[in-house]
């Protein structure tokens, strides 16, 4: 625990004290979209309550309909906290460097920080690979995603030889609005395929042991065993929690302590913010998301 708050200690002392405000009157967490509104403020509830119990403030859970609804707010001061994937914290630093710091990031239980894009279809399709995909409907989350669309973006072409613009390789490249909408979309038979995320770990008919697919089981929205998996990314690197670096330091500091501890002071609440399974969080620097920043500026 020593070497934990130390770290902690190291991830948050990044901003000069003239930059930083002296007190807040409220605290607002970002959640990314991914499911719907209602489940996110949900599954956040408990960290809502106990941050509010922490600071002694208003605070407030908000769920913009997009990523780039949590990134703007983060750049404009209106979010104070959030969990980002790794290429939605390249727009935000890529647009502002000093708008926030990363101080952790989700640990996986067998102690990896990384994750996948899963591409997937009903098994009814009879598709088995991307080889199979030529010309149907494939279905992207958010344009600010990583797995849900940059790091596919990136890696597919190379495997089909072709751009992922519509009528080109696929028939069709649909942007559903987020993970679970994507998983929603080819459960109901609305596209051939889809990718989402996934940790990669545990039994496929858990949906995995945390992500998306998980989540989608949890809440009843697809049955696994009418589901296949075609496609499967590189690894990725899991992205940050991360604060505005203008918050006080204190704030900063309790705020991250909280998170760091929350799979062990109440594991049923750290299960819906981790969306699984998962050992915690742990504490992350700006440096492991040097890869993404550089994929995202070749991407734009």
């Known amino acids: 625990m020593k070497t934990l708050l130390a770290a902690i200690v190291a991830t948050t002392a990044l901003v000069s004290p003239a930059l930083a405000e002296d007190k807040i009157t409220e605290f607002r967490i970002g959640v990314l979209g991914g499911e719907n509104a209602q489940d996110r403020m949900t599954s956040n509830e408990c960290l809502r309550v106990k941050t509010e ?11 913009p309909a997009d990523y780039d609804g949590v990134i703007q707010g983060l750049l404009g001061g209106t979010i104070d906290v959030a969990w980002l994937g790794a290429s939605a914290y390249a727009k935000t630093y890529l647009t502002d460097p000093t708008a926030v710091e990363p101080v ?8 990896s920080y990384g994750y996948y894009a899963i591409g997937f279809t009903r098994k009814e399709t009879g598709i088995t ?9 494939f279905g ?26 519509s009528g080109d390789y696929f028939g069709e490249v649909k942007f559903t609005g987020g993970h679970e909408q994507t998983i929603v979309a080819v459960a109901n038979g609305d596209i051939d395929a889809g990718v989402t995320w996934a940790d990669g770990q545990g039994a496929w008919e858990d949906g995995y042991n945390s992500g998306a697919l998980r989540k989608a089981v949890d809440a009843g929205l697809v049955d696994m065993n009418q589901i296949v998996e075609i496609w ?5 690197p899991e992205g940050p929690v991360v604060l505005r670096q203008a918050l006080p330091e204190d704030v900063k500091l309790k705020v991250t302590g909280l998170w760091a501890s929350l799979k062990s002071i109440d594991p049923d609440c750290a299960y819906g913010v981790l969306q699984g399974e998962a050992l915690g969080f742990m504490p992350v620097t700006h440096d492991a998301y040097l ?3 550089e994929a995202r500026k070749a991407a734009n």
Do not use: C, Q, R
């Open 104 to 111: 952790l990031v989700k640990v996986n239980m067998d102690g």
């Open 232 to 236: 499967k990314s590189k690894p990725i």
């Open 129 to 137: 690979s991307l080889a199979d995909m030529k010309g149907k409907t």
């Open 140 to 165: 992207f989350g958010d344009p600010n995603s990583t797995s849900g669309y940059l790091i596919p973006s990136i890696e597919i072409p190379v495997e089909t030889g072709a751009s992922m613009d």
């Open 291 to 293: 890869s993404i920043i």
């Open 53 to 63: 119990e922490l600071l002694g403030v208003p605070t407030k859970v908000f769920t």
